[in-house]
């Protein structure tokens, strides 16, 4: 399979124009400073397993805070916790 990305100049300006209107947006700014600063935490298996599984979860149903799946992810323990699904995989 081959894909071919077409970019126009409508498309670059799109994109210009887009970042030129949220650039000083204090959620922008807040963002930037945090995902491009240098001193970021690693980054381990369980807690990427945590977010990946909330998100996949969040994505499929309503979720704002208090509906079901919000209060499924915060379930202490995490019902899916990384290590409790190695051991079911690997059984």
């Not at 994109?15 to 945090?34: D, G, I, L, P, Q």
């Not at 980054?43 to 799946?69: H, I, N, Y």
């Amino acid at each position: 399979m081959r894909i071919d990305w077409h970019i126009s100049p409508e498309d670059v300006a799109k994109v210009e124009a887009f970042c030129s209107e949220h650039r000083y947006c204090a959620f922008v700014k807040m963002r930037t400073v945090n995902n491009l600063r240098d001193n970021k935490p690693p980054v381990g298996k369980e807690p990427f397993w945590d977010r990946m599984a909330g998100c996949l979860l969040t994505s499929q149903q309503r979720s704002g805070p208090d509906s079901p799946v919000c209060n499924f992810i915060r379930t202490k323990p995490f019902p899916l916790e990384y290590t409790v699904c190695v051991l079911c995989w690997s059984s």
